[in-house]
């Protein structure tokens, strides 16, 4: 069984980089069966994805995100992580880290074919709150 | 203002059954699978439904999904108060190469 766990500071100043670390046990970071993602949640809002990463190193952001998030993957760890930089207190919310499905379609990309991400995230971490504030 | 369209409160009594709706377009619900996610208050959300009618193991299957067109509906039939909580829906969009949600509908159990 996947279990996912988000850690990282809980205050970032504005104007600083946000940076989230998502340890996985229970299976492989290098898995070909999942994506990696992130989504964010900002106190009583709705979800909100921010990008998702292959084993492989390919990564999907929200284009409203993409100036400003960066997702990685540490296979010597068996984490994965997110920055975003230039943090305001819109900023501030629940930030969970999961598991997403694959597409059964594929798609070329840094030379080579790599299954799309599906809609669906099926493993969740607890999520931890980001506060921005100075 | 999210992607897809939910309504943003729903409401039955025990043992009914209730249908909560979700609109897109041809970029995300038209042309990809829907999914359904349940998240009761303080707590991550669980998948409900993925591949537009497809239960995860464990989820009961009173929880129901469909899809038609650019449309999709989530159903829970017996309803029971631990059914109250926030209800999203999310597909991939293809014009945006993301995943897009609905704003959520708060589900409550009278």
């Known amino acids: 069984q996947l279990q996912l766990q988000e850690s990282g500071p809980g205050l970032v100043k504005p104007s600083e980089t946000l940076s989230l670390t998502c340890t996985v046990s229970?299976?492989?970071?290098?898995?070909?069966?999942?994506?990696w993602g992130w989504i964010r949640q900002a106190p009583g809002k709705g979800l909100e994805w921010i990008g998702s990463i292959y084993y492989s190193g390919s990564t999907y952001y929200n284009p409203s995100l993409k100036s400003r998030v960066t997702i990685s993957v540490d296979t010597s760890k068996n984490q994965f992580s997110l920055k975003l930089t230039s943090v305001t207190a819109a900023d501030t919310a629940v930030y969970y880290c999961?598991?997403?499905?694959?597409?059964?379609?594929?798609?070329?990309?840094?030379?080579?074919?790599?299954?799309?991400?599906?809609?669906?995230?099926?493993?969740w971490g607890q999520g931890t709150l980001v506060t921005v504030s100075s | 203002q999210s992607v897809l369209t939910q309504p943003p409160s729903a409401s039955g009594t025990p043992g009914q059954r209730v249908t909560m709706s979700c609109s897109g377009s041809s970029s995300n619900i038209g042309s990809n699978f829907v999914c359904w996610y349940q998240q009761l208050p303080g707590t991550a959300p669980k998948l409900l439904i993925y591949r537009n009618n497809q239960r995860p193991s464990g989820v009961p299957d009173r929880f129901s999904g469909s899809k038609s067109g650019t449309s999709a509906s989530l159903a829970i039939s017996g309803l029971r108060s631990e059914d109250e909580a926030d209800y999203y829906c999310?597909?991939?969009?293809?014009?945006?190469?993301?995943?897009?949600f609905g704003g959520g509908t708060k589900l409550t159990v009278l």
């Open positions: 999961a598991t997403q499905g694959l597409s059964s379609s594929s798609t070329w990309r840094g030379g080579g074919w790599y299954p799309l991400p599906d809609g669906y995230f099926d493993y």
């Open positions: 229970g299976g492989s970071i290098s898995s070909s069966s999942y994506y």
């Open positions: 999310a597909a991939w969009d293809d014009s945006l190469s993301g995943v897009v």
